[in-house]
């Protein structure tokens, strides 16, 4: 384009024109992955359905809630984080450190309405560090969360390397809890507490300045700079919220066992972000949605429910299934991303 | 204009990087309702100016005023609270977002803590409307033309009451008709009494839209003008500054040349090759001993160019012929494979390693072309490297200094040494004597010469009008990412000539 043979200036009737010409035709991607999630969700509960016997039952998908409680909390936590671009690898290992430590204070007698709180204090501190350390030394997440892992686990094995039982009478109360949902359906607290995670997680990052401003960040977090968005607060931000999401899941998970163990969560990280990709959550971030991270969860979950259906497959078989699933879906996201562009 | 107080007023600022000076005691003002045009070749000094207003950097030295008061700007936040919005030249906006969220992120209409989507969009899309723009406000960004992101950028930037609008380079990616949208758009701007800071390589539309403008040359304020005073030639000599230096004459030894030239066989010739957003289709033969160069403003293309001969580029459109052969260059290694050598202009980042001796610098290419499986043996490899510092006459003679010690000019030569070595027949340089002395310049520039009397082939490319008079047979001229203008380099061809061709694109 020469400049020399520009035209001169002519008033309106141009610019809606030449939008029109300008506006270039594409579906909107950004629900695709999480169709394809729903999707699949549906085949693999319907030929559940069409193969077993009872898989038919509404607690089967009840007891989805219940079994994968902690990891959808967890997964929430790294919803936020992935969103952002990030990534947060301490979680499971602060799983472990809430467990032991929660067992072990409880069995030192502290009362049990201090011992939460604690601990799910210790946990947004944890994340709130690795946050701080990421924003302010310009610290790959990958890196400071490794290293959030290794503190922590390494922290739980010091407190004690056996499993600790909880007895205490709170703790039991919530874990013998059942709540009837219909005749023959009932669950327990902990399903509750995380399907209240679930819909947290989605107003917030709806209907919040600091979810979209997560969503901004992850977009392009120099744009997000230059627009004026509090960037560094909001990237300490998730990774707090992801530490104490972490913290919560620990909770459960004692509430479940009445126990705590340094070994608890052992690799849920990696969990919970499978999760997320499955839900069609993009790992360079800005784009996906908590409920995309719910049926990312409902998957995994149905997987091990299927083949404890099944009977004669061993439970390996659910990692090489969730294996090959991620590859799946992080090719078709790679695809659609491209064609978005 | 005169009886108005400046709504922006920058006095003394001053900017140092580590090494750098970038701005040194600039004065910059800026009248509400008027379109002022920051001039400068790439390096003087714009972007810095501007960043330092937005908040980006803080100043290490002077003044800025707004609407009389002195202030701080510490953050792009804290800047756009002051009334100084910026629209940038990447578009910085987040495409993952819909066009109304773009518009009103950080400042979306809230009720209880709960964004208000309904009433968002209904603002955004009447903002929108102001600016002649139908869109779809819940459409993410990245279902739009860069142009019209572009103007929704323009359309955030307003929406923040905005009393000084700066526009880096707004309209690089835009085509004509885009261009006269968005001036229409300035102009109503400029009526309502809002200060727009314009920034673009093109001098029409700089000469078509700004009432004043300001050239900054090496990051100092050069002088501050009404469009009208300055023709466009005079302009381009204030921006690029006439350097005659005390260079040594080279005896016209391109004179000598041209004959020989003209004989030669052509050892590439590009027939329509583009890329689009780098430069337009081009054609452009290079003989056997030839010495091609070619100017430009910085930013007209030059290395573009340059870069698809070299296959570091990919063309979208043309051919490349080399040795009369249709090819096409997947990457440098098949553009080294013909023998064609690529010395960058930024010899710092593509270039030079700076922790490795000046011997393995030097050996690095030759052993690139051979395969990492066959090292060259360390006597062969001293022997080559004594030869090149030798005929090169790098400095200090060393061969075992590590390469960040030596000087620019030195390191430009090792640079230089590391293609010769792989016995090139088409060399091409990109600035191969930006920042380094005169003396070094000369003396490259004298290689230059001796290497195309040796039958080589050389495209030069350099900013410096004087050095590619100098050196070449024949002068490609480039302005706006367009090559306008090949002219054989006779007598009567000198600078004032091809600088009348960087200024007004005319081919007379």
Known sequence: MTTTDMTPVTKGGEGPELNKRRRV???????????????????????????????????????LFRDNAVLLVVAVGMTFVILTGGIDLSVGAVISLTTILTATLLKADWPPLVVLPAVLLLGALIGAGQGAVIHFFKVEPFIATLAGLFLARGAALTINDESVP????????????????????????????????????????????????????????????????????????????????AALG???????????????????ELDAIAACVIGGVLLTGGSGFVWGTLLGVLVTGLIRTIINFQGDLNAAWSRIIIGVLLFAFIVMQRLVTRKAK | MGEQSPVLEMTGIRKVFPGVVALDGVDFRLFPGEVHALMGENGAGKSTLIKTLTGVYEIDGGEIKLGGVPVRISGPLQAQQAGVSTVYQEVNLCTNLSVAENIFIGREPRRFGKIQWGKMRRRAAELLARLDLDLDVSAPLSSYSLAIQQMVAIARAIDIEARVL???????????????????????????????????????????????????????LISEHRVEELTQVQLVEKMIGKELAALEDLEDKAQSNRERAAEAKPILEAKGLGRTGAIAPYNLTIHQGEVVGLAGLLGSGRTELARLLFGADKADSGELWVDGKKTTLRDPQAAMKHRIAFSSENRRTEGIIGELSVRENIILALQAARGWTRPIPRKKQDEIVDKYIKALQIRPADPERPVRNLSGGNQQKVLLARWLITEPRLLIIDEPTRGIDVGAK?????????????GMAVLFVSAELEEVLRLSHKIAVLRDRRLVEELENTADVDADRIMQTIASGATS
């Not at chain 1, 700079?225 to 960037?231: E, F």
């Open chain 1, 250 to 268: 620990g909770v459960l998970f004692s509430i479940n066992s009445t126990s705590g163990w340094a070994l608890q969560g052992n690799g849920m």
């Open chain 2, 442 to 454: 000369a003396e490259i520039q004298r290689l230059v010469a001796e290497l195309s009397d040796g």
């Open chain 2, 166 to 220: 700066i526009l880096d380079e707004p309209t690089s990616s835009l085509d004509t008709a885009e261009v006269a949208q968005l001036f229409r758009i300035m102009r109503r701007l400029k009526e309502s009494g809002v200060a727009i800071l314009f920034v673009s390589h093109f001098l029409d539309q700089i000469y078509e839209i700004s009432d004043r403008l300001t050239i900054l040359r090496n990051g100092q």
């Open chain 1, 25 to 63: 035709y594409k579906p909107n991607t950004k629900y695709v992955p999480i169709l394809a999630t729903l999707f699949l969700l549906i085949v693999m509960y319907s030929s559940g359905v069409a193969n077993y016997r009872n898989f038919d039952d509404p607690s089967v998908i009840v007891n």
């Open chain 1, 166 to 245: 909880i007895r205490d009478d709170m703790w039991r109360e919530i874990s013998d809890y059942r709540i009837v949902l219909a005749d023959g359906v009932v669950t327990k607290p902990i399903a509750i507490i995380a399907v209240l995670a679930v819909l947290v997680a989605a107003a917030v990052l709806a209907w919040t300045r600091f979810g979209r401003n997560v969503y901004a960040i992850g977009g392009n977090s120099d744009s997000a700079l230059l627009m004026g968005l509090p960037v560094g607060r909001t990237k300490i931000a998730v990774y707090t919220l992801s530490g104490f999401c």
